[in-house]
């Protein structure tokens, strides 16, 4: 197997057609394919919790709960990220590839890609006029972050520790923190500090 470059450059059309054949996952930023780098069993684990717990409470309702494998297209022929974990409730996202109309995005961070999932993405992913909720899920030692979308057209921020309750309103429906970390082993120093 030849070994690409960390990034290599193409169109977004050209992007969408040999992505897909590819072993490994690729996003897209304004041109540019950069490759998506590996997890850790805890990101893993965390994002299998939540992407279970999600598929589980909607099961019954018209909403499709994806897992790593599925990116959201952030901006047409611009940007196409994969999130960890991505809902979509709208009738019109219906293309085999990719999510056009998220109303939640859960990304569970890691040392590799913390900065851009706070950062660069959350700024991207804000411009989408059906995402309702971001949520930021800590594996070094438990924590979760919401951001909503509130009627002021503002992003607030929301904090949980493992023994509360995360209620998602994009979604209507109830989430332990504490199911989110099973079967999670933290570090003890991360858990102390």
């Known amino acids: 197997m030849v070994a690409l470059p960390d990034h290599i450059s193409m169109s977004a059309e050209e992007y969408l057609i040999w992505e897909p054949t590819q072993e490994q996952r690729y996003e897209y930023w304004d041109g540019e394919v950069v490759a998506m780098s590996g997890g ?13 717990l999600l598929d589980d409470a909607l099961a019954e309702r018209s909403c499709e709960v994806y897992i790593v494998d599925v990116k959201v297209q952030v901006e047409p022929g611009q940007k196409y990220f994969y999130p960890d974990v991505v809902v979509t409730c709208d009738q019109r996202d219906d293309d085999p590839q990719l999510v056009q109309f998220p109303c939640l995005i859960v990304e569970v961070l890691s040392p590799s890609t913390e900065a851009a ?23 070094a030692q438990p924590g979760v972050e919401v951001f909503r979308h509130n009627e002021q057209g503002k992003w607030v921020l929301s904090e949980y520790n493992l023994d509360e309750i995360l209620r998602l309103e994009s979604v209507d429906v109830e989430i332990a923190i504490a199911h989110l970390y099973r079967q999670v082993q933290f570090e003890t120093e991360a858990i102390e500090n």
Do not use: C, I, M, W
Request: proline share 3%; hydrophobic share 30%; no cysteine.
């Open 40 to 52: 850790t069993r805890n990101h893993n684990r965390v994002s299998a919790n939540f992407f279970k």
């Open 117 to 139: 999932d706070r950062g660069k993405k959350f700024a991207k992913y804000r411009q989408s006029p059906t995402l309702q909720e971001y949520v930021l899920v800590q594996v």
